[in-house]
């Protein structure tokens, strides 16, 4: 059953917009989910699907990172990843009629959404340079292309390779190993963009920066405070480990400038009380943050733990925790001692009471959790924040304990397993040692460009060629007409795909678009039927095997595409053997397990049904791989965001319906928004101050202080209880309001949650 692809693009002349909800899932999820699953692949395609997602011997859902119980459940998958595999594996198909009758320059006009309605990708296609339209060539033809202009380039490192989340432990590690045969470590990913802040400061403080518990934890945690994130959204199946923590008897204090449905209250759809009844009040304490106010909010509950342990001598700091295992801790002390109040409740918008009541209940559980995702990975000061969080962790020794430790939400399916793997422009030493023995060369050792840099340098003239595993890097990164202006100076743009997005729109001079198979479809090489692996947020790697029939012979696997085009552009005597690689993937493995660290017996272990956990020795031992040795307990100063008079903090987020930049639909019912997505969310004070009314439309206008006028143009007011002097639309349009300069120091990850805007008054759009 293959549905018709859309015609007409979509607009927000039916926009309507109703209070918004305080409860997330129920009936409303499977309403939303399953009938869409049916229509979009059939009950064939859905049942297999569907029954398969996130079991121990199916496939892994292609959307959030989010880590699988140890007991699954028949069925084991949110509404929103129901909505993830039925856009992908969608029987659906791009006919090759279709290239000629859409010229790049119209699929520029396009919206997201429609160019993902149009189906599944299933031929190669070719835009020379100079033309304005692809057209069907052959895989061998396509490779040809490729390896033409990258031999070519005066050196390897005028050429980038970004990664998708997406993409398998197995397509990761070997387009690493081309990239570096190449000649370059110019290899940005998606982390670049979300939770590289993450690592940087996870990195600094406890010498990992991956989370430091297990899926278990959750049931064993005392208090668990979530920052920064939308679960009900995002990452819906926490809810399920979020009431099972309160069913257990945890608190839970949610820290966000807006009320989001999934952390006020969760029907589950799975209990009799999630559809009949009132469901799980998750949030025992929501603080409405102020934007960037997180570190703030961090500094003043250690200062209350030091003024309890004070009023208490040796009852409070884990004492023999802090003395075998941290470094740093009195100069954190006397760097509080001076913190001002007044300062604090100026960042964060709140009163002492909340910080009180936040500081009790930390003070009164044995084991915390703390877990945060991209509303604290990309403001400025992201590193320093979570390097206060782990501050505030290790002074009551809530890290190497059960029920107890950090917990960075990754947004994409195996992101974090394809930094693992080698995707990284600034990989550890050892593992370049490593990789050098193996495969008996030497890759480059220089640090390459991340995804900011890559852009900048193809603005510059440096980067010739893009090629991209996955993804949708022009819609993703920030500077929206920068990077599409930077990304047309290429000469030759390279897209693995399964689906179209932007980034097939806005190319290099020449553009190719390489279709490939989806994490649902069964993938057969020459040895048989073939499984990936991939790691979750909580550092679990586990096998991945698609269960449908792949809609068309003409897709390549990522792992055969990466095979080919090495073979290709290396040359047919090069000594690595990609034509094993691509036959058998367990062949892959067994390299895996002699260059990263956890991977040994890599293939008996990923047999074995549900994976195995990665070693962390923090988690595991309480042993810290820093250069001293010990958990660092940091100092850093206090930075407030000025927000001048007549001006808004903005963030940019995620609608429900929405996946990164893949749209499946206009309607975002957690906030009230139906059939539409050009909206700014404002608080109802705000806007009597700016002398705006609910329902108006506005300008967006970004005060970066660069001389550049980016605007956000036409976007409807919707009155909304967010934080004072915060507003938020959604991502990625509002990337265009984000200058490429403007990142997060030591990380370099885009600053998309604390843009400084004014709003102008214009006319209502004009719909024909």
Not at 303 to 309: D, I, L, S, T
Not at 314 to 320: F, K, N, P, Q, R
Request: proline share 6%.
């Amino acid at each position: 059953m293959a549905g018709k692809p859309l015609q007409d693009d979509v607009t927000d002349k039916d926009l309507a917009v109703s209070p918004p909800l305080r409860s997330a899932v129920g009936l409303p999820s499977l309403l939303a989910s399953i009938p869409l699953a049916l229509n979009e692949m059939g009950p064939g395609r859905a049942a297999k699907t569907l029954l398969h997602m996130n079991q121990k011997d199916g496939f892994d859902c292609m959307s959030c990172a989010w880590p699988d119980p140890p007991h699954r459940k028949t069925a084991e998958f949110c509404e929103n990843g129901a909505k993830a595999v039925s856009w992908e594996a969608d029987p659906l198909k791009v006919p090759s009629t279709f290239w000629a009758q859409h010229p790049v320059s119209e699929l520029k006009e396009r919206s997201e959404y429609w160019l993902g309605q149009q189906g599944r990708l299933i031929e190669p296609v070719y835009k020379p340079a100079g033309s304005d339209l692809y057209r069907p060539v052959s895989w061998e033809n396509a490779f040809g292309l490729i390896a033409g202009e990258l031999q070519r380039l005066d050196s390897p490192n005028e050429a980038t390779f970004y990664t998708s989340g997406r993409a398998s432990n197995e397509a990761a590690f070997l387009y690493q190993l081309f990239v570096r045969a190449l000649g370059t470590n110019n290899l940005p990913d998606c982390s670049n963009m979300c939770h590289e802040s993450t690592g940087v400061a996870l990195t600094k403080s406890i010498g990992v920066g991956k989370s430091a518990i297990a899926y278990e934890d959750f049931a064993k945690a005392d208090l668990i405070i979530v920052m920064g994130q939308n679960p009900g959204t995002n990452h819906p199946r926490m809810l399920t480990a979020l009431e099972e923590a309160k069913d257990a008897g945890a608190s839970i204090v949610a820290i966000n400038p807006l009320p989001e449905a999934g952390l006020i209250n969760f029907r589950n759809p799975q209990r009799p009380r999630g559809l009949v009844g009132k469901g799980t009040a998750l949030a025992d304490a929501y603080l409405q943050i102020r934007l960037a106010g997180d570190m703030a909010l961090m500094q003043a509950l250690a200062k209350r733990v030091f003024e309890a342990e004070d009023a208490a001598p040796g009852s409070v700091l884990a004492h023999d925790f802090l003395a075998e295992h941290c470094t740093g801790l009195q100069a954190y002390r006397d760097h509080l001692s001076t913190l001002s109040e007044a300062d604090v409740l100026a960042a964060t918008g709140l009163d002492s009471t909340q910080i009180d009541d936040l500081a009790r209940r930390y003070l009164l559980a044995d084991r915390v959790i703390v877990t945060w995702a991209m509303g604290l990975t990309q403001h400025t000061k992201a590193v320093d924040t979570i390097t206060e969080i782990m501050n505030v962790l290790l002074l009551r020794g809530n890290i190497g304990r059960p029920g107890a430790g950090p917990c960075p939400i990754r947004g994409h399916s195996n992101v974090q397993g394809d930094r693992t793997m080698g995707i990284w422009e600034q990989m550890p030493e050892a593992f370049m040692d490593r990789l050098a023995a193996e495969f008996d060369f030497e890759p480059p050792r220089g640090h390459g460009c991340d995804a900011v840099q890559s852009i900048q340098g193809m603005a510059e003239g440096r980067i010739k060629v893009l090629v991209a595993l996955g993804g949708n890097l022009v819609h993703a990164v920030s500077d929206t007409n920068a990077a599409q202006e930077a990304i047309g100076r290429t000469r030759l743009s390279v897209q693995i795909s399964t689906k179209l997005n932007r980034s097939h729109a806005f190319t290099g001079a020449a553009a190719l678009i390489l279709p490939t198979l989806g994490r649902s479809d069964i993938d057969v090489q020459k040895s048989g039927v073939q499984f990936v692996t991939v790691e979750d947020t909580v550092c679990a790697v586990h096998a991945s095997q698609g269960r449908v029939m792949p809609v068309s012979d003409k897709m390549l696997s990522e792992v055969a595409i990466v095979s080919r085009l090495a073979r290709r552009v290396l040359g047919p005597d090069h000594p690595f053997t990609w034509e094993a690689f691509e036959e058998d993937y367990d062949t892959i493995r067994e390299h895996i397990s002699r260059v990263v660290d956890g991977f040994e017996d890599f293939n008996a272990k990923v047999r074995v049904p549900g994976g195995f956990i990665l070693p962390h020795p923090p988690r595991d031992t309480r042993t810290f791989p820093t250069p001293s040795g010990k958990a660092v307990i940091t100092v850093n100063e206090l930075a407030t965001l000025a927000l001048p008079a007549g001006r808004l903090i903005l963030q940019s987020l995620r609608a429900h319906d929405q996946f990164n930049t893949t749209t499946y639909s206009l309607n975002d019912r957690y906030r009230g928004v139906h059939k539409g997505r050009n909206v700014i969310f404002v608080n109802p004070q705000d806007l009597a101050e700016l002398h705006l009314a609910d329902g108006s439309h506005v300008d967006v206008h970004s005060e970066a202080g660069d001389g550049v006028d980016r605007v956000l143009r036409g976007l409807r007011i919707i009155s909304y209880p967010s934080a004072r002097g915060c507003a938020a639309t959604y991502f990625p349009e509002a990337n265009v309001l984000v200058p490429l300069s403007a990142t997060a120091e030591g990380s370099n990850t885009p600053v998309s949650k604390a843009v400084i805007v004014r709003l102008e008054p214009v006319a209502a759009p004009a719909f024909g």
